[in-house]
Structures are given as structure tokens and as C-alpha cells.
Antibody
Framework: EVQLVQSGGGLVKPGGSLTLSCAAS????????MNWVRQGPGKGLEWVGR??????????NYAAPVKGRFTISRDDSMKTLYLQMNNLNTEDTAVYYC???????????WGQGTLVSVS | QSVLTQPPSASGTPGQRVAISCSGS????????VYWYQQLPGRAPKLLIH???QRPSGVPDRFSGSKSGTSASLAISGLRSEDEADYYC???????????FGGGTRLAVL
């Protein structure tokens, strides 16, 4: 089955850290550019960041609100994407989704979403 | 305030055609591809349109996308009750070097 399974969310205090994981199966993870997207309570979608494939240099880009605090990484041997979040603040409270980037072959796979609450 | 501007709401009756606009600038829509997502209540988003006007496999041809200059549009024809959802446009922005979403449009089927 083609899927992304997320883990690692929860409640954290302001200034704290949390790492989200996103395990891929059913498709060639190493070929996929991967994004993290979040959605605050009652709000719209907000792009968090992207990581390209190792073949494309593994380059990362981040949204301004998280740059310098969040780090996206991938382990192709484990078929897993990570989002390390440091110095969290209340505005980071959201459901976080991992997703494939549709730029490559219109691949559209989303994780189930994981809630991060900063309070 | 989102970089891409969408109307917060839209509505139509079953069978009608509705269009949702997405306005940007030369650094995003004007020079990069536009994608559209549908998000049903309580669900993860689903890709409706990629590369401005291409439908992924499985998306009905009732959905179509277009782009002109710094604006894009999603059209839904033959509106159905199951089309009630939030719709988002997104494009890469060369100035912020990141993807930017529209604020989303909530579509009601009356």
C-alpha cells in the first residue's frame, strides 16, 4: 500500500523541541521530493519546508517563520522523513502533514497528520 | 495574510459551474507552476490540478485549471454536493524561495 505514516506529535512547552517522523511505503521514497505542510486550528494550509532527493543534492528550503528553528532531513535507507523542531512557540501549534512534492510526476501522497500543541 | 489571494468563500447549486481565482505576482504565479488542492472536512488535502492545468489520474474532468499572467483559476463544472470543501492554490515563489499557499476558498454547494 502506498502510504506515509507519521509519528512523534504531542504537547510541548514553549521553547521546547520535538521531532516528527514520516515513514514511507509502497513507492520509491528516494526518488521523491518531500514537503512538510502545517495547518493551524481553523486556519489554512501553510508550507513549512521541502527537501529534495539526494540525487538532487538533498537541498532544503524553509518558510520564513521556521527558518533557523526547524530542520528537515531524510534517511532513504529507512524510507523516513524527519522534521526536527526547536525553540517552539505557540504559533507553531498545528496539525503537521508530510507529503510528496507533486513537481515530480504529480505524486500526491499525504501522511495522516500529527498534532503539535505548544502550550 | 497569504502571498496568494483567493476569495474566502464561493458557492453554487448542483449542476452549476463555479470558478475560484488565485491572484499572485511575477515572483510566484507569473514564473512558476500552479497547483490546486481540495481538502474535505477532517481530511488531508488531495491534489486536483498540477502544472497549471493537468489533472492527476483519477480526478474527474469536471475539474480544470488555467493560468494567465499572475493569476490562476480553478473551475468546477457540474457541481456536486461532494465538492463541498476547501480549495487551495499553491506555487513556488522565487523571492522567498519557498512554496506559498493561497488562504483557501470554502466552497458551499447550496
Amino acid at each position: 500500500e502506498v502510504q506515509l505514516v507519521q509519528s512523534g506529535g504531542g504537547l510541548v512547552k514553549p521553547g521546547g523541541s520535538l521531532t516528527l517522523s514520516c515513514a514511507a511505503s509502497g513507492f520509491t521514497f528516494s526518488y521523491a521530493w518531500m514537503n512538510w505542510v502545517r495547518q493551524g486550528p481553523g486556519k489554512g494550509l501553510e508550507w513549512v519546508g521541502r527537501i529534495k532527493t539526494e540525487a538532487d543534492g538533498g537541498k532544503t528550503n524553509y518558510a520564513a517563520p521556521v527558518k533557523g528553528r526547524f530542520t528537515i532531513s531524510r534517511d532513504d535507507s529507512m524510507k523516513t522523513l524527519y522534521l526536527q523542531m526547536n525553540n517552539l512557540n505557540t504559533e507553531d501549534t498545528a496539525v503537521y502533514y508530510c507529503t510528496t512534492d507533486p513537481f515530480i510526476g504529480a505524486l500526491d501522497i499525504w501522511g495522516q497528520g500529527t498534532l503539535v500543541s505548544v502550550s | 495574510q497569504s502571498v496568494l489571494t483567493q476569495p474566502p468563500s464561493a458557492s453554487g447549486t448542483p449542476g452549476q459551474r463555479v470558478a475560484i481565482s488565485c491572484s499572485g505576482s511575477t515572483s510566484n504565479i507569473g514564473s512558476n507552476l500552479v497547483y490546486w488542492y481540495q481538502q474535505l472536512p477532517g481530511r488531508a488535502p488531495k491534489l486536483l490540478i498540477h502544472r497549471n492545468n493537468q489533472r492527476p489520474s483519477g480526478v474527474p474532468d469536471r475539474f480544470s485549471g488555467s493560468k494567465s499572467g499572475t493569476s490562476a483559476s480553478l473551475a468546477i463544472s457540474g457541481l456536486r454536493s461532494e465538492d463541498e470543501a476547501d480549495y487551495y492554490c499553491v506555487a513556488w515563489d522565487d523571492i522567498v524561495t519557498g512554496a506559498v499557499f493561497g488562504g483557501g476558498t470554502r466552497l458551499a454547494v447550496l
